[in-house]
């Protein structure tokens, strides 16, 4: 499954790619105000058994906001719910934004044309490839909170697609008993 090419995540290489994706977007949000968006990033925690004491650092696995044992994924979706990116980053102990510049995603998205962009949450620094939505004291501000509300409406789409993934694939509603070392090409299966 990983080898056909007609399944391969299709994160945007071309300026006419991203323009399609950016089509998509524009046309779930409300009136097509937002334009540009060729995805949605976010992250996720898969959740696995407690790994074996091979790996030196067994407690950076945990995380302590969901109480369990796991590897944080960065994803990238497009309109449709579809991954166009995936990666297990890191271990489950570390929030997103060390998971993000561990992948070294930003690279990637210094090669889209200037106006295309991803929508995250605030966990994410803004750039001129990035664009999260504001947090805290920050979403208050009603120019922000509406900034937020059209934003919101491209972002649920990563939310949804872990969601579809997770229901399609109950072995991901539990920890998961795989090896380490296979995870990658099982999220990366499932994914397509």
Known sequence: ICACEQ?????PDSAAMAAELARGFESVST??????????????????????????NVTSFFSGHYQCYGLNVQAVCDHECRFTYIAIAVPGGQPDITAFRRLGLMDNLRLLPLGFYLIGDNAYPPSEWLLPVFGGAERLNVDNDNVNYYLSQCRIRIEMTFG???QKWAIFQRPLRVDLEHTGVLLETVAR
């Open 7 to 11: 399944l391969a995540f299709r994160f």
């Open 31 to 56: 009136d097509g105000v937002v334009n540009g968006c060729v995805g949605a990033i976010d992250g996720w925690l898969m959740p696995i058994q407690v790994p074996p004491s091979r790996f030196h």
């Open 164 to 166: 579809m993934m997770v």
